[in-house]
């Protein structure tokens, strides 16, 4: 509980506690071994519990993408001096997801990128193709402009089922999502 209200003390992260909480037991759950997410930020948020949950499942990698050269130094540097027990868990990579993906399959895919509804749809149909059914879809600001698009196509139900979620006054907004199509 601690844990999940604090955070990393090296790590600033931008979610809330129920939002932690779902995701580091999303993970913990459901034992994904290959993880994605665009924008790793400081590292605080999603890279630090998806890492977390993955150690403590003894196996799986978390692949995170980010195009801003001083975060991403910032945060490999952390997680190597500070983390090292989680950085083995990480693979940081610098630039767009789209050019530098070395990934051909994902079974969770954590969509927290930049404000903005067409990139978010765009991160979507980029690793949707590569997630099998069963993947998980974790999806943070689900009631912002960030999510605006992709909500309806999840709420449908034809490629994914919401099997948890948190919202307001204690989120705004995270879903947990299995992919059930093609």
Known sequence: MRLCFEGCAWLDGQMWFAERRLLLDAVRSYAPRTCAEVG???GGGSTYFTALALEENGEGVLHTWETDRGMFEAARRTYESRLPELARRISFHLGD???????????????????DAGQTLEQLRFFEPRMPPGS???AHDWHTEKARLIRPLVEAGTLFRIV???????????????????
Request: hydrophobic share 50%; with cysteine; aromatic share 6%.
């Open 40 to 42: 790793t930020w400081k």
């Open 97 to 115: 997801y789209r050019e530098t993906a070395v990934v051909s399959e994902v079974d969770c895919l954590m969509l927290d990128g930049p404000e």
């Open 136 to 138: 998980l879809l974790l």
């Open 164 to 182: 948890a979620r948190v919202d307001p006054p204690v989120s705004v907004g995270f879903i947990v999502a299995l992919k059930v199509g093609p």
